[in-house]
């Protein structure tokens, strides 16, 4: 696994007059089992970069290879592109759905095509690597506190098996006292060796794991 950006950039609203350039030459390299953080000011576009990463948006210009192949060629697969690459954000709510826990962290492999017996058993797994005990599997994900609905976010992509896992800010819209449980996931994770780009501006966690 590899991911290689050549020369990336990319304007909003590209030839309208909203026309607005977030980011110019960016080459950068991430190789397999390697943690990256992303820091900088508001704005300087770290998540138009994430966003990037696997293939949400499409850089006006440059080239991205992902595995030395670029995504941008004709007929590439994003959606398998998508898979590999796992994306948690901000706000947990924006991306749990399904009734209970486990119905949602069900969802990703029954869409790879799981059944739904193979489908629990990544999800029990994924569950259990962020902590979350069986007696929430049947609990609504509205139920949780913040800290342990971006503990589902994780474990919801995690149970894709990404080769990647891109995060956006996963603890600035929660309360101080969950930011730690969930910084103690993407520790726990990041001791596995997958391979993880994290925008932060949690810079203990920048400066002690990536
Ligand atoms: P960061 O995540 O570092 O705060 P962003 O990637 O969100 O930065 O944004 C980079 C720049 O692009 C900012 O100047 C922002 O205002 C602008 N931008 C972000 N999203 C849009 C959009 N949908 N349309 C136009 N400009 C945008
Ligand atoms: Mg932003």
Redesign the pocket.
Known sequence: MSIELKNIGFT??QGTT?E?C?LKNINLKIEKNEFVGII?Q???????LVQLLNGLLKATTGDLLYEKRSIYEKNYDLKTLRQKVGLVFQYPEHQLFEVDVLSDVCFGPKNQGLSLEEAKIRAKEALSMVGMKESYYVKSPFELSGGQKQRVAIARAMAMQPKVLLFDEPTSALDPEMVDEVLAVIRKLASTGITMVIRTHELSLARDVA
């Open positions: 909003y609203g909203f607005h977030a900088g508001t704005g300087s576009g770290k998540s138009t």
